[in-house]
């Protein structure tokens, strides 16, 4: 049986689609339609249910791609492990949050520079991030949603816990933490909210969790970049809440304080995503395994 054709089925089982396993292949839609019936009329069996909008395996394609899939790594492994060493460099792509990619991850993965690892990085929402992880265009992203489907596999990366923020001037206006802690999320309700985006996705959550409540308002300031938020908060602009890796040192020299200390503080998961077999990969798999063990003390 050829491995070309099953390292393609293993792609498309992979991808639920003939379509996206074709960019990741570098190879028209039309080679793999025909890559996959060459494969079938040799089995003499469907491997797929065709769809307007993707695939699914039959219980023969999954029984198929059970049996195969870790070979085909395996074997992919051995030969880029070959052109690895004859490499000078690999380029390793990146993306994730700005914040954590600036603040940890790159950081984290200095060290293989030296061993001949470039790096390039790409931004967006976590939707955005893993749509070009699906697509190729990635070879590993750091993002706060699972992903879901089977291509690609994520590992939790590390817990973020969140606090509630201001500058020093609002403790005095605002009654102090007791005061806080009695009166609730109805005390916030005056002060401006600093956040990244419309829907409040860092403060709901914190108001969700410590008060059981909404917020009042909408924000007053909304900036993409959770350092800006930061900088906006300790100008005295509002309040805000942000993981505490990103405003440890801030709150440390006094320029912010926690407006309250939680007996479980609202947290927030980061994964890291990897397409199906792209472990195989050396310098992705370095990468892999030196942010996992980073994150260790994270």
Not at 173 to 179: C, D, R, V, Y
Not at 206 to 227: G, H, N, Q
Not at 245 to 252: E, G
């Amino acid at each position: 049986m050829d491995l070309a054709l099953l390292r393609t089925f293993v792609t498309v089982h992979r991808a639920g689609s003939f379509t996206r396993a074709a960019a990741l292949l570098g190879l028209s839609q039309p080679a793999v339609t025909s890559q996959i019936r060459a494969l079938e009329r040799q089995l003499g069996r469907p491997l797929f249910l065709r769809y307007a909008r993707g695939v699914t395996p039959t219980t023969i394609g999954d029984e198929l791609a059970h049996k195969v899939a870790p070979h085909l790594d395996a074997l992919t492994e051995i030969t880029e492990a070959g052109l690895d060493r004859d490499s000078v460099t690999r380029t390793l792509h990146l993306a994730g949050p700005p914040e954590f990619l600036a603040e940890r991850a790159l950081p984290a993965l200095t060290p293989l520079i030296a061993q001949g690892l470039s790096i390039r990085t790409a931004f967006g929402s976590a939707e955005e991030l893993l749509t070009g992880l699906s697509s190729g265009h990635h070879d590993l992203t750091v993002t706060t949603a699972r992903p879901r489907g089977g291509l690609l596999t994520a590992t939790p990366l590390c817990d973020e816990e969140h606090v509630l923020i201001a500058a020093p001037l609002w403790v005095d206006q605002l009654g102090g933490p007791a005061e806080l802690q009695a009166g609730g999320a109805r005390v916030l309700d005056p002060v401006p909210l600093v956040e990244v985006h419309e829907s409040l996705p860092l403060i709901s959550r914190y108001w969700s969790a410590v008060f059981d409540a909404k917020p009042a308002a909408s924000a007053t300031v909304i900036t993409a970049d959770l350092r800006a938020v930061l900088s906006c908060v300790a100008a005295g602009a509002g309040i805000a809440v942000l993981p505490r890796y990103l405003c440890a040192d801030a709150l440390a020299s006094g320029e912010i304080v926690a407006l309250l200390d939680p007996p479980v503080p609202p947290l927030r998961t980061y994964f890291l995503a990897i397409r199906h077999g792209t472990l195989g990969l050396p310098h992705i798999a370095r990468a892999h395994e030196w942010l996992l063990r980073a994150a260790a003390a994270w």
